[in-house]
């Protein structure tokens, strides 16, 4: 396994990544202008996903928030069910986002949602479930 860089904020961020960032970013020793970074980061991103749209996010309740605007433009069921036990982040999103987060009770010996509960609460409005490990 290669070693972890900063594990209890970025679990999957290892050394490699951050030298991509870097050589991505600077090029060389001298950082690049305003806008530089970004086309060659597309430039990158389209070498791995051509004839792909790519959207670069500052946040993952940005990310999450904009696919979210997305759906709701398309459906009106605006019901999100999101397990009791996580984030502020989520419901945050998904009321800016214009939706209804619906909380789904933990199980009992659990963190997790509980399946009876997501039985329960599976309606016409709920068009998202979010999960979380």
Do not use: C, H
Not at 37 to 45: C, D, R, S, V, Y
Not at 53 to 67: G, M, P, R, V
Request: aromatic content about 14%; proline content about 5%; cysteine-free.
């Amino acid at each position: 396994m290669k070693e972890l860089i900063t594990p209890d904020l970025w679990p999957n961020f290892e050394a490699d990544d951050l030298s991509l960032i870097k050589r991505l970013a600077f090029g060389s020793s001298r950082p690049l202008a305003v806008g530089d970074g970004q086309a060659k980061i597309f430039k990158e991103l389209n070498y791995f996903f051509p004839n792909r749209k790519i959207f670069l996010f500052t946040s993952k309740n940005f990310a999450l928030e904009f696919l979210l605007k997305f759906y709701f433009q398309r459906s009106q069921r605006r019901q999100v069910l999101i397990q009791a036990f996580s984030s502020f982040v989520w419901p945050k999103a998904i009321m800016a986002a214009g939706g209804q987060p619906i909380f789904l009770d933990l199980g009992k010996n659990s963190l997790n949602f509980d399946l009876e509960s997501l039985k329960k609460k599976i309606s016409d409005r709920v068009g998202i479930l979010i999960t979380q490990n």
